[in-house]
C-alpha cells in the first residue's frame, strides 16, 4: 500500500527574496498493490509536483509517504534513500534526463550500482532488463542520442526496473511518441505489471490513456484533487464540473470541434477564493465564490469536491 498525504512545496525568488508557493496541498491518496492509479489534469495542475514529491525531489512541508511500512517526510536525501529504493520515476522526456555520455548499460544498472552493496555482474544485470523490455542485447553499447523515442521510454522502462520496485510512477509515458508506439508503452507496462505485480502511478493529460490504463482515477485541479473513485465510475458518472469539462474537451463526436475548458488555469500566487475552479466552472453559483466545498462521497469510493456533487452524480449516474 503506499500512501501519501497533504503538501509539498515549490520555491521561487521573487526580486531576490524566496517565497513559497504550495503546489499540492490537502491530498492524500492510498494505492493498493498491484493496481494502477491515474493522476489527471491540465498542465499546471499539480501532477507532475505530486509524482515527484512522492520520491522526495520535490520537499514536503508535511505529510508523508508510506510504503508497506517504510516512510519518508520532510527534506533530505536521508529519510528517502528507503523509499527510492521501492520507488521508481519515469521522467516524461527520458531522453533529457539521461546522461548523454553514459550507455544503455551503464545508464540502466545504475540504480543498482547505487542502492545494491554487494557485487554484481553489470553486463548480466543489463541484459535481463532490456530482454523484460523487448530490447536486443545490441543496445547495451548504445547512447541517449542513438534511440528513438519509444527505444528510449523502454530504456527508461528498463532503468525503473532495475531495483524492482513496488511502485513506479510514469509522468506522461506515450506523450511525443506515435499512437502505434503509444499502444506497445502501454501493453509493456500492462505486461510487466501482470509479470511483477507493482503498482503504477500513470500521470497523464490524456484521458483516453487514464481510462485504458488505470483502476482509480485521480483528477486534479490546482494542486487539489477535485474527484477521486474507480476509473469506470468516474468517467461513467463524473461528478464534477471540472472532469466533466475535461471528458468533453476530449470526447467530441465526430464532426464537431473539442469544446476547450474556458479560461486559463488561475495563478497559484493568486488562488480563487471558495471553490477554485468558479471562474471557469460554466455551472458556478453565487454560493461557489465564497464558499470551498468539502469532498462528498457521491458513490461508494467516489468522491468530488463540489457544492452540487450528489446532484451531479445522481443526473449521470
Ligand atoms: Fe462549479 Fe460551484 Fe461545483 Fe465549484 S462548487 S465546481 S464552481 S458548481
Same mark, same amino acid.
Given at each position: ?114 542502492? +545494491? ?9 543489463? +541484459? ?142 493568486? +488562488? ?46
Amino acid at each position: 500500500v503506499v500512501q501519501y498525504k497533504a503538501g509539498s512545496w515549490l520555491g521561487a525568488k521573487v526580486a531576490g527574496r524566496p517565497y513559497r508557493i504550495d503546489a499540492v496541498a490537502g491530498v492524500s491518496l492510498e494505492l493498493p498493490a498491484g493496481k494502477t492509479y491515474g493522476l489527471v489534469g491540465e498542465s499546471g495542475s499539480g501532477k507532475t509536483t505530486l509524482g515527484r514529491a512522492i520520491v522526495g525531489l520535490v520537499p514536503l512541508t508535511s505529510g508523508i509517504v508510506r510504503i508497506d511500512g517504510a516512510d519518508a517526510q520532510g527534506y533530505g536525501d536521508g529519510p528517502w534513500r528507503l523509499i527510492r529504493r521501492d520507488v521508481a520515476l519515469i521522467f516524461q522526456d527520458p531522453v533529457a534526463a539521461m546522461n548523454p555520455r553514459m550507455t544503455v548499460e551503464t545508464l540502466i544498472t545504475e540504480p543498482l550500482a547505487i542502492h +545494491r552493496a554487494e557485487r554484481f555482474d553489470r553486463r548480466q544485470e543489463a +541484459r535481463q532488463l532490456l530482454d523484460m523490455v523487448g530490447l536486443p542485447a545490441n543496445f547495451l553499447d548504445r547512447y541517449p542520442h542513438e534511440l528513438s523515442g519509444g527505444q528510449a521510454r523502454r530504456i527508461a522502462v528498463a532503468r525503473a526496473l532495475a531495483l524492482r520496485p513496488k511502485l513506479i510512477i510514469a509522468d506522461e509515458p506515450t506523450a511525443g511518441l506515435d499512437v502505434s508506439v503509444q499502444g506497445d508503452i502501454l501493453n509493456l507496462l500492462s505486461d510487466l505489471q501482470d509479470e511483477l505485480g507493482m503498482s503504477y502511478l500513470i500521470i497523464t493529460h490524456n484521458l483516453a490513456v487514464a481510462r485504458h490504463v488505470t483502476d482509480y482515477v485521480g483528477i486534479m485541479y490546482l494542486g487539489r484533487l477535485v474527484e477521486t473513485g474507480a476509473t469506470a465510475d468516474v468517467f461513467k458518472a463524473p461528478s464534477h464540473p471540472y472532469t466533466k469539462a475535461l471528458l468533453a474537451a476530449h470526447t467530441a463526436e465526430p464532426g464537431h470541434a473539442a469544446a476547450p475548458i474556458r479560461g486559463e488555469i488561475p495563478s497559484l500566487w493568486h +488562488r480563487p477564493t471558495g471553490c477554485e475552479f468558479h471562474s471557469r466552472c460554466p455551472a458556478a453559483q453565487p454560493i461557489c465564490s465564497t464558499q470551498t466545498p468539502q469532498a462528498a462521497e457521491v458513490a461508494p469510493d467516489h468522491h468530488a469536491s463540489c457544492h452540487f456533487a450528489v446532484a451531479y452524480h445522481a443526473a449521470e449516474a
